[in-house]
């Protein structure tokens, strides 16, 4: 591709692909680890609200008073909260801040693809770890000496696209075997039944915690991510974030945000519900002959003995029901399916049912 005019970085850039966002009727959209049911009101109130106000005026850069309301949430200080656009800027900035060291990065073969898209930018060199026996993460793969050969480590937990969490035991296994290197933790998707790392801020300064609004808060349209982390790890953010953009968040995301946080009665009442359709929908697809990974994520990762998971998922489109399929090697044979309203899932289940008895 490239044209003349462009940095010669830009021709071996390898961008994310972003799961598909069609405009398609009546579709059942199981793609992309949305949530399946709407931000809680107060959310949309306090947005209509904050958009009658002020939308002449830039943000707050700091955005203090969500920030405030996200440490308290978390029982943190302020200064412990660094917020971007979306929990992917977040990481683009954490890559940028602490892993280049010209040594590489250390990550699960089998993770969440935007993290090497990250390392291609920033050119930071890369070491995937392969998952174990049943795609889970063995720590103990993780031991290298001396600490400074590597960068750091990158993990998702509950990981991505697999749903496999990991015990908090294993998280601070690693921190300790690399005391010198941040140790960055994506909990995109723990509110669905992972353990956070967030209580092991005060004792681990080499930690960084990841989360979004996106998941669990239904926000994914209002693009709200954030990191933990002890203060010289949050300062160090806020230095790169203003070099790139003072404003990250807008004024409707900082009242939405704010509000998110205060209705807690929705979010548990919604990630409940997402829960606990999860388990139906694991049982079901088990049903059909599928093998499905145990998940502690809002989506599942599935894959059948006697179907290929390219040709289901192409199958499941053209009637209406879009998951997604990664073309990687390992992970070729498995959908990953995210978790819809019990009336989406019994949809998806049926679509396969009659899909599987055809032959397809
Ligand atoms: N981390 C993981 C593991 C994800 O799956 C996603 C969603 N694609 C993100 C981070 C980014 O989420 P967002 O930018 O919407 O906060």
Known sequence: MSSSFCSPVVAGLVPYV????????????LNTNENPYPPSPWVVSAITEAARHGL??????????LRQAIAAHLGLAAPQVFLGNGSDEVLAHAFFAFFQHGCPLLMPDISYSFYQVYCRLYSIAVQTVALADGLRLQ????????????????????????GIGLPLADIEALLQMHPQRVVLVDEAYVDFGGQSAIGLIAAYPNLLVVHTLSKSRSLAGLRIGYACGQPPLIEALERVKNSFNSYP???????????????????????????SSREGLALALEDLGFVVLPSQANFLFAQHPAHDAA???????????????????????YLRISVGTPTQCDRLVQVLQALLQAGA
Request: negative net charge; proline residues 7%; aromatic residues 8%.
């Open 18 to 29: 972003p799961g598909e966002q069609p405009n398609i009727d009546k579709l059942v959209k």
């Open 311 to 333: 040709a289901l998922a192409a199958d499941l489109r053209a009637l209406g029901v879009l998951v997604r399929h990664f073309k990687l090697a390992r992970i070729a044979q």
């Open 249 to 275: 968040l807008d004024r409707l995301a900082i009242a939405g945000g704010i509000a998110a946080f205060a209705d807690q009665a929705y979010f548990e009442q919604t990630r409940n519900a997402v829960m």
């Open 56 to 65: 002449q005026f830039y943000p707050d850069p700091e955005s203090s008073a």
């Open 139 to 162: 720590v103990a793969d993780y031991a290298c000496a001396p600490d400074l050969s590597v960068a750091g480590v990158v993990l998702a937990n509950p990981n991505a696209p697999t």
